[in-house]
């Protein structure tokens, strides 16, 4: 979560550097914060700001390994986690191309 400092930007806010979305930039190396994220949904893990981190709806949580906000789960839909939720997706969407005999 962002803090307040007299010596950031001209809101005054400041991110840590400690997020846990994955392809984070500025590991461990407090900069100026723009538009800081909420903690992650899921485990609470510190999301960053879009400056680290990228736009909300890009936030993947490295902590609990799916996306870190509700804005991430609208945009893209799901995570498929598990062999058996990866498997009934292509058999979804095998009997929706009407593929016959095909067996991933």
Excluded: Q
């Excluded at 010596?7 to 590991?27: I, N, Q, W």
């Amino acid at each position: 979560m962002a803090l307040k400092n007299r010596d950031a930007g001209s809101d005054g806010l400041v991110c840590e550097g400690k997020s846990k979305a994955f392809g984070a930039r500025f590991k461990d190396d407090p900069h100026p914060a723009y538009k800081p994220h909420p903690d992650c949904w899921h485990c609470h893990a510190p999301m960053g700001c879009v400056t680290c981190s990228g736009a909300i709806y890009e936030l993947l949580c490295m902590n609990c390994r799916d996306w870190g906000n509700r804005a991430a789960l609208e945009w893209h839909g799901r995570l498929m986690k598990t062999a058996d939720e990866r498997a009934e997706a292509v058999r979804f969407l095998n009997s929706c191309l009407n593929i016959r005999g095909a067996t991933r």
